[in-house]
């Protein structure tokens, strides 16, 4: 079964900075594309950054130039490297991944959601 974990999250002062991660576990050729959300209390889930299959990426306009998404040479996990901390920027994040999966006779395209990761920004 295709699951994918989020990990990196904690508390961190402002100023500060975080590397999420993002991986595709079970029978995984890849992960195309992907994106990092965040929800913070009482807010609507919102997009921060996305890349697709090419590597082209879009941020929000709040994490411009503080925040990196990236993909690692396997393909199978998706960063999200975050600077200059606020604490506008505490919510739980998630990683939302469309994946290649690998199944007998070929493969086939899915999308998860991982089960999020807290990310808290104060001193």
């Known amino acids: 079964q295709v699951q994918v974990v989020e990990s990196g999250g904690g508390l961190v002062l402002p100023g500060g900075s975080l590397r999420l991660s993002c991986t595709a576990t079970?029978?995984?050729?890849?992960?195309?594309?992907a994106g990092w959300y965040r929800q913070a209390p009482g807010k609507q889930r919102e997009m921060v950054a996305d890349i697709n299959s090419r590597g082209d990426t879009k941020y929000a306009d709040s994490v411009k130039g503080r925040f990196t998404i990236f993909k690692d040479t396997t393909e199978k996990t998706v960063y999200l490297q975050m600077d200059s901390l606020e604490p506008e920027d505490t919510a739980v994040y998630y990683c939302?991944?469309?994946?290649?999966?690998?199944?007998?006779?070929?493969?086939?395209?899915?999308?998860?959601w991982g089960q999020g990761t807290q990310v808290t920004v104060s001193s």
């Open positions: 079970g029978n995984v050729i890849k992960i195309y594309g």
């Open positions: 939302n991944a469309d994946i290649y999966e690998s199944i007998t006779y070929g493969s086939r395209s899915m999308n998860r």
